[in-house]
């Protein structure tokens, strides 16, 4: 993790004013944090030291089993917190996030805002009703993933996962995700590649046709809301 210059912060609240989630100033704690891609933001079983907001990249949470299998459990795009319940929860029950791409984040000190942020009845409003828009989407997901074709799962899924237009993932943990056996995942693949969606070389599958793959993707439903959208939405009430 680096941190950058806090000079740069008000340009980037300018493009996602996550002030505005808060009724007392949190401008002078916000810092900005650079991941690498590969990066652990949290590691399971500990409580992360900053509520993150994303500004770019992406990142997949993921839990270890008794067995030591690793299983991924879903991914975090821009405009979505980390940490948050862990914040809530107050215990060491932590799942992993790791991050699939480069990204930066508004990092915010749990320590000395802890205290502020659960006295803070406005940030507590919009981060309830993100949390119970998030749980409704990923329940109705679910759903539609027992009953929508593979495919159509699958071109959501690499859009989702891709970094720099490239897919490659563990086709092990895609499987467990996607609820599909190994070899159908590859037939798949191998289909699309046959019709020219996706091409494989060494850094994995490139995405060629990122439209029609996000035409096949919309029949399923994606987490495309943020805190602030839903922020604004509520004040034009």
């Known amino acids: 993790m680096k941190k950058l210059s806090q000079k740069n912060i008000n340009d980037y609240l300018q493009l996602q004013p996550i002030d505005r989630l808060f009724s007392f100033d949190i401008i002078p704690y916000i810092e900005l944090h650079d991941f690498e891609r590969d990066e652990y933001i949290i590691k399971e079983g500990r409580s992360p030291d900053y509520l993150y907001y994303v500004i770019s990249g ?15 459990l879903n991914f975090i795009t821009t405009g979505s917190f980390i940490g948050e319940i862990e914040l809530l929860q107050q215990e060491h029950h932590s ?23 659960f006295a803070d009845a406005r940030f507590l409003r919009h981060l309830s009703t993100f949390l119970s828009y998030k749980a409704t989407t990923l329940a109705t997901k679910y759903s539609q993933g027992l ?3 593979f495919e159509h799962r699958l071109a959501e899924f690499l859009l989702l996962s891709s970094d720099a237009g490239y897919y490659r993932e563990r086709h092990t943990e895609v499987c467990e995700y996607l609820g599909v056996s190994y070899r159908h995942l590859l ?14 070389n060494q850094r994995g599958y490139q995405i060629l ?29």
């Open 58 to 72: 992406k990142a997949k949470i993921y839990y270890t089993q008794e067995n030591g299998k690793v299983t991924l």
């Open 95 to 117: 799942k992993g996030i790791q991050t699939s791409s480069k990204m930066r984040c508004f990092a915010i000190p749990v320590e000395q805002t802890k205290e502020l942020l």
């Open 147 to 149: 009953t929508f074709p």
């Open 187 to 200: 037939h798949v693949l191998a289909q699309f590649v046959t019709k020219g969606l996706i091409a494989k």
């Open 209 to 237: 046709q990122p439209a029609l793959l996000r035409d096949m993707a919309t029949t399923t439903h994606q987490l495309d809301v943020t805190p602030l959208q839903l922020a604004q939405s509520q004040n034009k009430r």
